[in-house]
């Protein structure tokens, strides 16, 4: 059974990122299976773990939202980034910043990424959320999947 923890606070620079980041690789040292869903659009959980062009990855977590919105399949092997430090990431990036226009007209937005995460938690122990720095759709989803919070301050 896995556990979603969120790690979220509406304000910048107050260490979600580095809280994130430090948390799934010290799971993973522990021999646990972990996903890192990078929900910020600037992606600075994603540059961490060394996926720093997004040339490197064809999806994105802007694809995740938009495939659950409007029921298209995903292909997870694309999708999921396997990092040198055993953490599977999600990544993000820019594209993910208009995102929230897409959510607001969706069906029940407020589960969107709880549907995704439904469907790949059983492959890990820990699934770590990154949320970026608001009160918009994004984090509201993130707290919604979450069995967890961790808000730092």
Request: glycine share 4%; charged share 20%.
């Amino acid at each position: 059974m896995s556990e979603v923890i969120a790690i979220a606070n509406q304000k910048g620079g107050v260490g979600k990122t580095m809280t994130s980041v430090s948390l799934s690789a010290c799971l993973a040292l522990n021999n646990k299976k972990v996903l890192l869903l990078d929900l910020d659009p600037q992606g600075h959980s994603t540059k961490a773990f060394g996926f720093y062009d997004r040339t490197q990855y064809p999806l994105s977590m802007k694809d995740v939202i938009v495939s659950v919105i409007e029921d298209i399949p995903l292909d997870r092997e694309q999708l999921i980034l396997h990092s040198n430090e055993n953490v599977d990431i999600v990544p993000s990036n820019i594209s993910l910043a208009g995102i929230n226009s897409k959510l607001e007209s969706a069906m029940c937005r407020e589960t969107v990424l709880k549907r995704f995460i439904d469907t790949v938690k059983d492959d890990y122990d820990y699934v770590i959320i990154d949320t970026n720095p608001s009160l918009d759709n994004l984090p509201i989803n993130a707290l919604t999947a979450s069995d967890k919070v961790v808000i730092t301050v």
